[in-house]
DNA sequence: GTTAGCACTCGACTAATTAGAGTGCTAACA
DNA sequence: TGTTAGCACTCTAATTAGTCGAGTGCTAAC
């Protein structure tokens, strides 16, 4: 048997018109619904067909059809490629340029919850060129020296050292040029322990204070490894009564606050090179346990060359893809270009 | 009417039931729990005269009694004053000493959602001596500037500056020199438009940098306004049926989502000044809008001098009121503990 | 002051009934 | 051959009625 152009028109009905009221789909209205004009027993023989085909199941036995997980991904992939052109135009500027990134970026989680009405998430962007660009003592205090590390793409680690005896402005300067000259321009594996013990010597007396600051440079290189994921519209899950029940929207919740159960998520997403920047995931093809009941949607921005952050929605599976396929493009587009200038 | 020692026994009895159970407590059931040695009749009278005295309610004509805000109110306030004494001694160290402020609190949240069963909060320390002790800048690429501004309690500000035209090192060292002699030691009260039209004089062409950088400190001593607050244990409403109806826990999620929300809690408990330590909210006595059916109790620890923050459990008002007193307690001396030495 | 006893109330639970939506199948029609 | 009308059947959701039992208030006796 085919999936033949009737077919597909007739699953189109019944996935709409389950998206709205998230009740089975029954023929007589799908005769009604469209414009096809045929009788509901007409319909019946086809819905028989494709439930047999695998694109909508019976809850049981008189009730109406749903949709499988096999029938959401026909439709949300014809969908994808009508809707393909349709978003290029529209943007506007909802986001307003914060200056601190956590902010936005919250902001930016916010009002994807708020304009969609599924629960969001967005990813800090992961920065994977490390190389270490910059290191400044300054003496604080009388017996405190902060250390400030900068690491390309500006991601900036301060560290505050307590030194016993004072410490000389001479030698402070001496320890600045010291840790410069050796370190500027490295990633962490070219720092290696010779070079570490080479400085140390040099240092003399004060090598507890370059041993604190290769610890320093260690972590801030590798900081992007606690991924930030900011989260919002918990709440929507209530809105819809398949993700409502306690169990399920225990866990749901549980795994939108432990954040980091999300960020499998965000793996999957980074790791999928040739994706075309949307990416869906229904029930039971999702990343992240827990959610085996939902639709996520993700996309992939790129703030700055190499800065690359996901930001997604998560729904039930009777999401308004397209709405949600929208947003999502939006707010990507408008990640994208905010450091681009 | 008075409240005599009989009255209380078995007011207590009932809120220990109830907290138990989640169910309205009988007479009968009262007549068996206590040692009193009294007929449920006797207990009837008793409690129908606890409820004239608004110590507890009656959901429903044929149903037990459950007590009411005002006899939660009172046996707290009583069982406070008996359990003083206990907590000293016990003082394990639970937490272990995390090197970054933010992972510790986290996991304080974490830790007292999991052991008490019930939501948790924590919220970030205050600073409120906020002078300005140091600031640094730096160049970083060739039209990069980093300025370090180290407020007192080491609060650490960066912010990345571009220039358009190159600076020489000679001058960086100059507007250096020029904002620590003009700056260091002051709060934000004490730069005035003067000082700052002065600076911007003597720093001639460069007036510009000096501009962002008083912009930079402005921010980093008011950083504290948005104050961090970190949560646990959000599904743990739904171990409590009296909150986890649809409409309820929504309500609870957004604000437990909406962190800022909580922020009255901490504005409320830090500005008590001879607090003992400990705060209950019952019902309607909290300042939380959403929270009138939960009990909230806080705590208020101070890492250092000047550095206080709130932590605190969200639960049903039938909350084991003890367990939690004893759980924030102990969190409080750990936290207070912390950076003594 | 305490207790036993009794009539009464009211929610929770169960079972039975009903209404309605939807199906599959068959036979007739174009 | 594809389409349609019609009918018997199925299953759920909602309603109703009935029962159970926990708990109360009140009265009268101890």
Same mark, same amino acid.
């Given at each position: ?21 998230? =009740? ?10 469209? @414009? ?23 809850? +049981? ?61 967005? *990813? ?24 400030? !590390? ?18 000389? @402005? ?20 070219? !720092? ?14 004060? *090598? ?16 992007? =490894? ?19 029940? +306690? ?5 749901? !919740? ?8 999300? *960020? =499998? ?77």
């Amino acid at each position: 048997m085919q999936l033949d152009e009737r077919k597909y028109k007739i699953l189109q009905a019944i996935i709409r018109n389950y998206l709205e009221t998230g =009740e089975p789909v029954g023929s007589r209205t799908i005769s009604k619904y469209t @414009d096809l004009n045929l009788s509901s027993a007409t319909i019946r023989n086809e819905m028989a067909d494709l439930e047999e085909l695998g694109y909508i199941l019976q809850p +049981h036995t008189s009730a109406g059809r749903i949709p499988s997980d096999q029938g959401y991904r026909l439709y949300v992939d014809k969908m994808m490629e009508e809707k393909e052109r349709e978003v290029e135009e529209m943007k506007e500027t909802l986001l307003e340029k914060e200056d601190k990134m956590d902010h936005l970026l919250k902001q930016a989680a916010k009002m994807l919850a708020a304009n969609t009405e599924y629960a969001a998430m967005v *990813s800090a962007p992961q920065y994977h060129r490390n190389k270490l660009k910059f290191i400044q003592l300054s003496r604080v205090d009388i017996n405190q020296i902060l250390a400030v !590390i900068v690491v390309e793409g500006n991601v900036i680690k301060n560290t505050m050292l307590t030194v016993k005896d004072e410490i000389s @402005d001479e030698t402070l300067l001496k320890l600045n040029i010291l840790l410069n000259t050796h370190l500027n321009g490295l990633s962490l594996e070219e !720092i290696n322990l010779g070079m570490i013990s080479a400085m140390k010597q040099q240092a003399g007396i004060h *090598s507890v204070i370059v041993a604190d600051v290769i610890d320093a440079v260690a972590e801030a290189i590798k900081a992007d =490894e606690d991924l930030e994921i900011y989260t919002s519209g918990t709440k929507n899950f209530f809105k819809y009564p398949e993700l409502a029940d +306690h169990e399920r929207a225990s866990e749901l !919740i549980t795994t939108f606050e432990e954040k980091q159960l999300l *960020s =499998e998520l965000v793996q999957d997403n980074l790791a999928d090179e040739n994706n075309t920047g949307i990416q869906v995931y229904i029930g039971n093809e999702t990343p992240v346990q827990g959610m085996r009941d939902c639709s996520i949607v993700t996309a992939t921005y790129e703030l700055d060359e190499g800065m690359k952050g996901t930001i997604g929605i998560i729904g039930p599976k009777r999401m308004d893809y397209e709405k949600v396929v929208k947003n999502l493009k939006l707010l990507k587009n408008q990640l994208d270009d905010l450091y681009k200038k």
